[in-house]
């Protein structure tokens, strides 16, 4: 079977000005533009290289040029491609076989040490000496009473060890506990309507393989959550692409969208959005139901950050409320308002697409994990504790991230505080995300590019920056952003771009 190739020319577009030099300067490794440059020419192209792969526009299993015809693209000699191609190789973004073409991978999840994940290679791949804040997760470190709900969890085991352990649709106690909490939000809802699953990333996953078929039309705000951007695309749908507006949801934009490309299903986030931490008002809600409807549309709501309210409001009832039928679909989990290691997700929806879910998932996996279902039952009971305190933090947090953003980077704008979540959605001066992210772990800091958030390479003047690390963090990576955003402005800023909010 023969490999995909990208051809030198489009992965030359796709890097841009990957060494940050003067505009229009080219030449060779040895050239004074290369000499003039902050690192060294093959670091340079390797860095550019693995947030194309990160961003996912080099795709995994595709194979890059050969040394010789990007060497020549990109003006450059080959020693400089033959060391940056090593360097991903060392740090496992290259695969190498024997008579074949380089294909492009992804490092282990964790590095052999066992500890460490392999995203601090992209720090190391720089300045392995400079201490690293990693700004491209939006999750919090685990609550004290974590030990509480695994210790929970262990003395309720032994009632599970004469089973097989495998439960595909969830233990009856974690369904009860989460049907109560809709019910509780005005949501009446039976055991019966819950599947449990591994994070809501997976039952996303079950959704569309259910929902969707090969070129089908899913809807999604843009920007949107870049893994449902992926999970989209991995089941062959197509992305549609519905901007939001400064103050939130285009609906008309919706319905006009549904109605023209006869799109089947939708991926939303009406509860503080990711990555603008926007909230979807009552009005909204009810339409956004009424739209569905009309258009026959199923639209999969995704409650991850629900409990991250950050507002002294009135809790919103969820959308699926507002439905008449099976026109909602809702996707929960645990992992943001307790811990990203704790992977336990949810699907709510009809008894009748509960079954079909089941029917695909026995071809994925077999159940979530029993210890993890048993700790979010005791984790479920303790809710109102721990949101308080993590949604005080985050509060606290976010303040210093918007204090450091107006002292260091006065020019950058947050579209908005947004109403809760765990990030900030920022406009810069000029559209450098994707170089940004490119320099700034030099200066101790990783970033996720806009581009990320949506396709077609949109959001080159935005960038997330999550305030879920701690204040002194925090601090420490608008200083380290800054460091990085000032080296390359001079080089990759556009005198001509507009500076006018285009959000």
Request: net charge neutral; proline share 8%; charged share 20%.
């Amino acid at each position: 079977m023969a490999i995909r190739v990208i051809g030198a020319a489009s992965l030359a577009r796709d890097l841009g000005r990957w060494r940050q030099d003067e505009p229009g300067a080219r030449g060779s490794a040895d050239s004074d533009a290369a000499r003039r440059s902050p690192r060294p020419a093959y670091l340079a192209l390797a860095e550019g290289i693995r947030l194309l792969i990160h961003d996912g526009r080099a795709p995994l299993g595709i194979a890059l040029p050969s040394e010789r015809d990007l060497s020549t693209t990109l003006g450059v000699s080959r020693t400089t491609v033959t060391s940056a191609y090593s360097l991903l190789r060392e740090h496992g973004y290259l695969i190498s076989r024997q008579g074949s073409r380089s294909t492009v991978a992804l490092p282990p999840t964790v590095a052999h040490d066992g500890t460490k994940p392999s995203r601090s290679l992209l720090a190391m791949m720089a300045q392995p000496e400079v201490p690293t804040i990693d700004m491209t997760y939006a999750a919090m470190s685990a609550p004290h009473e974590m030990t509480d709900a695994y210790t929970f969890a262990l003395h309720g085991l032994p009632a599970y060890l004469g089973t097989h352990g495998m439960d595909p649709v969830g233990m009856l106690m974690l369904r009860e506990a989460l049907a109560r909490r809709y019910t509780e939000r005005g949501l009446p809802t039976d055991p019966e309507q819950i599947l449990v699953t591994l994070g809501a990333q997976h039952g996303l996953r079950l959704l569309l393989n259910v929902l969707t078929t090969p070129a089908e039309r899913v809807l999604i705000e843009h920007p949107s959550y870049p893994n449902a951007i992926e999970a989209v695309r991995d089941v062959g749908a197509r992305p549609v692409p519905v901007p939001l507006l400064p103050t939130g949801w285009d609906l008309d934009g919706i319905r006009s969208a549904a109605r023209q490309t006869a799109a089947s299903v939708a991926y939303l986030v009406p509860d503080f959005h990711n990555p603008t931490g926007l909230l979807l008002d009552v009005e909204g809600r009810a339409e956004l139901a009424a739209i569905a409807r009309e258009t026959r549309m199923t639209v999969i709501v995704d409650e991850s950050m629900v409990d991250l309210d950050l507002t002294d409001g009135d809790p919103l009832p969820p959308v699926a409320a507002f439905a008449r039928g099976s026109e909602i679909v809702t996707i929960g989990s645990a992992s943001k308002s307790f811990w990203g290691g704790l992977r336990v997700g949810w699907v709510r929806a009809n008894q009748s697409l509960i079954t079909k879910l089941l029917g695909t998932r026995s071809t994925m996996d077999l159940g979530t994990p029993v210890m993890d279902q048993l700790a979010t039952v005791h984790l479920l009971q303790h809710a109102d504790t721990i949101l308080t305190e993590r949604r005080a933090q985050l509060r606290s947090r976010r303040a210093t991230l918007l204090k450091s953003l107006a002292e260091e980077l006065p020019d950058w704008h947050p579209t908005s505080e947004g109403a809760g979540g765990m990030s900030l959605w920022v406009q810069l001066p000029a559209p450098v995300s994707t170089a940004l992210a490119a320099t700034a772990p030099n200066h101790g800091v990783l970033l996720a590019a806009g581009p990320r958030f949506g396709v077609q390479g949109a959001f080159e003047r935005f960038i997330r920056l999550p305030f879920s690390q701690e204040e002194p963090d925090l601090r420490i990576a608008v200083k380290s952003i800054a460091a990085a955003f000032a080296a390359l402005t001079p080089h990759a800023a556009d005198p001509l771009a507009p500076l006018a909010p285009l959000y």
